[in-house]
């Protein structure tokens, strides 16, 4: 029996490997006979594994999808990364899945080994967060949305504007894109034949979802770049223009892409989109970048780098 169990967890994680495997193959891997691989797969069936075969020269056997979660095997390396993962969705901008974040996490750290649980417990004490906060989203319009997106359906939803009103949506969902603030749907509008950027915590999906669409292609082609374009405006309580003298693909290296956009103006120069939660922090950033910058706007930035120049030097003048 101890065998038998065993080599079944040797075939599941086999057929977990996402490829097709021969009656032959997988008894050559097992080291036992074809009838015996036929047996140990009706087996794994019962246990709830969908395992598809087909028959023939060209057959063989793959895992597929099945109507309810089995269990699952994974490396070490995967098992770290789900606890993390876990660990960050139980404190994350996702509201209605922290509680259920917990228990599964309970669940996994209960039967991690003691050499796993060393490496979570490390990577929990040894790392803080530094993401900005930003409001919280139902997890149901979020997997409401992403599945429209998925399905590529159109979808109808309540939507609350800047001013409290709200109106209902009717729009071709084209991608959920994070920007460590606030999540954002990218879709086609369709009264307004155009592209629109909605905050997906002031939206309220309704159902069902209307009819499939062929998906268009965004302007230039990119969602992160079009949604960071189009809310670097209203995403940050201080927005701003910056020159950087420097090129683009090298600030690129530097800059992440949540915290800022940035186009190539040419060869030496390049244009950044950015902002922050106050000018202050917006000019301590800019510092980090150590290249020579231009400030567009806001004007009032200048007036804040100017103090913060005025101190540096001071403090530079201390013997």
């Avoid at 950015?274 to 970048?289: D, Y």
Wanted: glycine share 10%; with cysteine.
């Amino acid at each position: 029996m101890v065998e038998t169990s065993v080599r079944l967890l040797r075939l599941l994680a086999l057929l977990q490997g996402h490829r097709d495997w021969s009656g032959a193959e997988l008894a050559d891997q097992l080291a036992v006979t074809a009838r015996t691989v036929r047996a140990d797969v009706e087996r794994l069936r019962v246990l709830g594994y969908r395992i598809e075969s087909r028959p023939g020269v060209a057959g063989g056997y793959r895992l597929g999808a099945g109507s309810a979660l089995p269990p699952l095997l994974l490396d070490d390396d995967e098992a770290v990364a789900v606890a993390v993962g876990l660990r960050a969705a139980a404190s994350g901008s996702v509201r209605g899945i922290e509680e259920t974040s917990l228990r599964a996490l309970a669940k996994l750290e209960q039967s991690l080994p003691s050499r796993l649980r060393h490496r979570v417990d490390a990577l929990r004490t040894a790392t803080v967060s530094a993401a900005a906060g930003g409001p919280t989203v139902d997890a149901e319009t979020l997997t409401a949305v992403s599945t429209a997106v998925h399905r590529r359906e159109r979808l109808r939803f309540d939507y609350a504007g800047h001013d409290g009103t709200t109106t209902v949506r009717d729009v071709e969902p084209y991608r959920l894109v994070y920007t460590g603030r606030r999540w954002y749907l990218l879709g086609w509008d369709t009264d307004r034949a155009d592209w629109r950027t909605f905050r997906a915590d002031r939206m309220r999906p309704r159902v069902p979802t209307g009819p499939r669409f062929a998906p268009r292609e965004p302007p230039g082609g990119d969602a992160v770049a079009h949604v960071l374009r189009g809310v670097g405006s209203t995403a940050w309580p201080h927005p701003a223009r910056v020159r950087l003298h420097a090129p683009a693909d090298r600030m690129a290296q530097r800059i992440p892409s949540t915290a800022g956009l940035l186009e190539a103006i040419d060869e030496q120069t390049c244009l950044l989109h950015t902002g922050g939660e106050s000018l202050a922090n917006l000019a301590a950033f800019l510092g980090t970048l150590e290249v020579d910058f231009d400030v567009l706007d806001p004007p009032e930035l200048r007036a804040v780098l100017r103090g913060v120049a005025a101190r540096f030097g001071r403090a530079g003048r201390v013997s």
